[in-house]
């Protein structure tokens, strides 16, 4: 980086920007610094659980290993205010990637090569998923996984941080008294009588992740909590 800041007076901006790698133009930076600012500034905690606006959504990679060269292929969303889905608000979208896919991968994806080879780069699709997301929590089922492909391609397709808040659903699941944070997606909606409907695209997964949230959070709501904070310290003495 000194070489760099050096040399930067007699290199031209675009050579030069193509050393330090990808990053956001002055919009794009412009944008996400409000976002960040605006996620600051709302306390979700104490947001009245019928209130809480979030973001549900999911990811189809090409495994499981974001720092070992998979890639995310698709990112699926819908919003919610409190229970209620939002049925007409959601995201989708492919993401560029030169990887070829297996048999086995496109079999359960339904995603070709050819789709993904011509899908707008994760450059675009990531800034329009925060201009969808806006300063919402996202939710997920299985986060860590989410949140680890996130984290990387933002830093490498945006030269930023992914800042976001995620809850898991097994964060709400947990006041039930089940032990379901391994379960898989089709487990959870057979616990909660909850049809399974276009699995392993990104945009159902999400659906029926959003129709997990509705049920336990109706639960939580059952059971007294009103806001999210509740949740967390009724979570901590029984941990």
Not at 87 to 103: R, W
Request: overall charge negative; charged content about 20%.
């Amino acid at each position: 980086m000194q070489f760099f800041r050096q040399i930067s007076g007699k290199l031209n901006s675009n050579i030069l920007a193509g050393l330090l790698g990808p990053s956001s133009t002055p919009q794009q930076m412009a944008f996400l610094r409000e976002l960040q600012r605006e996620m600051k500034q709302t306390n979700s905690m104490e947001t009245p659980l019928n209130e809480l606006k979030v973001t549900v959504f999911d990811l189809e990679t090409t495994g499981f290993y974001p720092d070992k060269g998979d890639q995310i292929l698709s990112i699926g969303a819908i919003k919610m205010k409190g229970n209620q889905i939002k049925e007409q608000e959601t995201f989708y979208s492919l993401v560029k990637s030169d990887l070829l896919l297996s048999n086995e991968l496109s079999a359960l994806t339904k995603i070709q090569d050819s789709e993904i080879q011509t899908a707008p780069p994760a450059s675009e699709v990531l800034m329009n998923f925060f201009k969808f997301v806006k300063s919402d929590i996202l939710v997920a089922h299985h986060s860590n996984h989410e949140q680890s492909f996130m984290q990387k391609t933002a830093r490498e397709a945006l030269g930023t941080k992914f800042n976001h808040r995620i809850i898991d659903t097994s964060f709400l699941i947990r006041l039930s008294g089940l032990s379901m944070k391994a379960a898989s997606l089709e487990d959870v909606c057979y616990e909660c009588g909850i049809e399974i409907e276009n699995r392993h695209h990104a945009l159902g997964d999400a659906i029926m992740t959003a129709k997990i949230w509705k049920h336990y959070l109706q639960l939580a709501q059952r059971n007294g909590f009103q806001y999210l904070q509740e949740v967390y310290e009724n979570l901590a003495k029984n941990d």
